[in-house]
């Protein structure tokens, strides 16, 4: 019998969080021309969207690929708790050294993320998308 | 010459249904804590949306992958006539016996819609998106 | 001094219901021609959206008409453990009579909110809107 | 001959900022069940959204009630230009005082833009909308 | 026994069409300084959304305001079939003569529709929207 | 050290245009039947959104895959500047022959804004969407 075709998944949450765009190996010059307005001293902030996509077979028996009461439990302790309400680049350790854009977020939770939802699920995480806003977002295909 | 790329036009159409989630190969406590409260005996219901992908090389005449009256003719008969205003579990008969979660939803229509489409067309069916809430979609790549 | 204008604010709770158009006071034939494909006998569903509006004088200490933690509990308590994955006709009693349409929801969420929020807050709730889809909703001005 | 009626026209513009929760008038305990996670000492952040009403006749060769490119030009400087990329409790004067809640903002937006649009129109600013969320938003009728 | 309190309820329909600003009691220094961009000679488009309101008490029965398939059959003749697709200035002999902002969209509306909508419901037609994009409206109240 | 996985970042930016369906090479009666009410003569109009993706390795500096102030700067000197307030036929030249479809726009923008992104960064552009309305879009990978 032929295989059914894999599905993918994507599940959203969102976060309010601030940041604060400024690199230490760069001289102040350097980080008002990069970054401009970004670069201001006390930040500014977003209300941030994460989606989350998990791939793989549909058990034929739940018609799931991952059981979503499993992903949100590790969506809501490993993003919500932690991101939600935060300053980035104060309140999150990597973000100390590591500029808070989009695209480095989309690479954090890229990393961060797979190892939690792969012992729940017999899927995979496969994608992962920041939005920062209406009009930006950052995506990585793991 | 070098030949255009090919180009992917993805179309959208929105039913509201009711389901429920429960399986006769799992006992009610299994049913229970699979399913949650997805389980409740009467149903629930989504304002779904779907969205068809149709790919192919653009017509150099009609500047179209697939005349989208054609396309929507499609959608109209297959999809808003069968599902708007449907209970999937009882209304349509596909999911009497299959969970109509949103992974089941887009293997469904990954299935049964490309040889509506593709008389139509020298463009295929390439997508299918199944949106339940704005936080939950499931894809398929054909 | 002249006293600050009143402040409004509205605030947006989501769940997903099924229901059913159908009334004992109405033969058959009427049901059918007074609701269409609403009198379909298994239901079908959306997801709504209600807005609740709670207007006041700001406080000047803490800059809050309402604090939205009290309004968040409250509205979690009454509208979402009741109501989501919810089978109106069935599953909330006031509606085994009365037909679950948009207009009817905004005059019960307007009836029975308000002495809940009432005593968490020294505004008054204000009103009320209950989105059926992107294109429907009723609203109730208190 | 009849007047026509009056209308009122919506305009929105965005802007990012972040901000902190925390008055000078409570104690550390007090503060923290008041505000919750608001209260975090690096502060957090939210894509905003402004919608400014204003109202009056419709010129009747313009056909307009206040030429947009004005409302623009008021809007981008006392607004965008000010808030966009801000941390609201540092940048903006008037809330390292007042609580940067969304009622206070729509309350402060209700009283310094009017003299701004009112020297460039025949028609009034008549309401504010703070949306700090797609789930809560502020409203002032002027 | 209290009454009820009326409920409004607000139907959207979308159409698209173009426009062009200009006026003949206007000099053309004068449409260029007024109209900018929209007086570009061959016009420009929008989706537009209007939203309708009507407002009654519920009837008892059928729990309805007004009956929706009564509400679409009137939108979808008298704005849809008319304006969907169209040039405003050229299809639409109103607005020939007077110039189609959204304003003047929205006092049309609010002048030819009520007798339409009043014959088939005992609510009245109570408001207009008319949305030009995301982030301008006018609205009406009648 | 393995290399982190490349990120896409897209970009969104809006333009009202109007435009008309018809071909030259076509008979009236052939434009009628392909085409339906996009042939109408005076034309109709959209607010189009179009999504440009640019990837590539993030900056270890910057956090960037390329400088957003350089991205915007572009699409708005090819797009915006261009398109917005526009009637394709007629204002763009290259759609006095070419019948400005959503797939038409694509497969335009993936041709020509590519030298103007790329020699501002080290990335590649490699997606574009054009957004009709909210319910269709055409995209083209690059």
């Known amino acids: 019998?032929?295989?059914?075709?894999?599905?993918?998944?994507?599940?959203?949450?969102?976060f309010s969080a601030?940041?604060?765009?400024?690199?230490?190996?760069l001289s102040e010059e350097?980080?008002?021309?990069?970054?401009?307005?970004?670069?201001r001293p006390h930040g500014h902030g977003h209300n941030y969207r994460?989606?989350?996509?998990?791939?793989?077979?549909?058990d034929p028996v739940?018609?799931?690929v991952m059981n979503l009461a499993d992903l949100d439990r590790v969506l809501k302790r490993e993003v919500?708790?932690?991101?939600?309400?935060?300053?980035l680049n104060y309140d999150i350790e990597h973000f100390a050294?590591?500029?808070?854009?989009?695209?480095?977020?989309?690479?954090?939770?890229?990393?961060?993320?797979?190892?939690?939802?792969?012992?729940?699920?017999?899927g995979r995480m496969a994608s992962v998308r920041v939005w920062e806003s209406d009009d930006l977002?950052?995506?990585v295909e793991l």
Chains 1, 2, 3, 4, 5, 6 share one sequence.
């Open 30 to 39: 350097e980080n008002q021309r990069v970054f401009g307005a970004c670069y």
């Open 80 to 87: 919500v708790a932690r991101f939600d309400h935060s300053f």
């Open 97 to 122: 050294e590591t500029v808070p854009t989009c695209e480095n977020l989309a690479l954090y939770f890229a990393r961060v993320l797979p190892p939690h939802i792969e012992v729940a699920t017999q």
């Open 62 to 64: 739940t018609g799931m």
């Open 18 to 25: 601030a940041h604060r765009y400024a690199s230490a190996k």
């Open 137 to 139: 977002f950052a995506e």
């Open 50 to 58: 994460l989606d989350v996509g998990v791939e793989g077979q549909v």
């Open 1 to 14: 019998m032929a295989t059914s075709p894999s599905v993918r998944i994507i599940r959203t949450v969102k």
